[in-house]
């Protein structure tokens, strides 16, 4: 139930917003803010989660994926199942 919500939550937000982190084929959401980007190789635990500005935890970070915002867009989006496409596009 909580993962139907928050996929309903994460997939509002890209139908209002256009091409970002929520729409693309290569995030994983973690929460309905903040995802994985699967795109690229993973980095050390000190570089995760630089991206959405977290500096310090009292956990130590694992090694994984780049920690990014939904809302965030790069060169790299890619939605081949939706409709809206790179650059705004329908």
Known sequence: MK??????AIDAFYRNH?????????WRWINSVVGDCIKSAPVSG???FDMI???YSSVPP???????????LC????DLD???KKG???
């Open 62 to 72: 694992t090694a994984g994926h780049v920690v990014t915002w939904r809302h965030h």
């Open 46 to 48: 000190e570089e995760r």
């Open 75 to 78: 060169g790299e989006f890619i």
């Open 82 to 84: 939706g409709a809206v």
């Open 88 to 90: 705004g596009a329908a």
């Open 3 to 8: 993962h139907a919500k928050t996929q309903t």
């Open 18 to 26: 256009g091409p970002c982190c929520a729409g693309c084929d290569h």
């Open 53 to 55: 500005g977290i500096s």
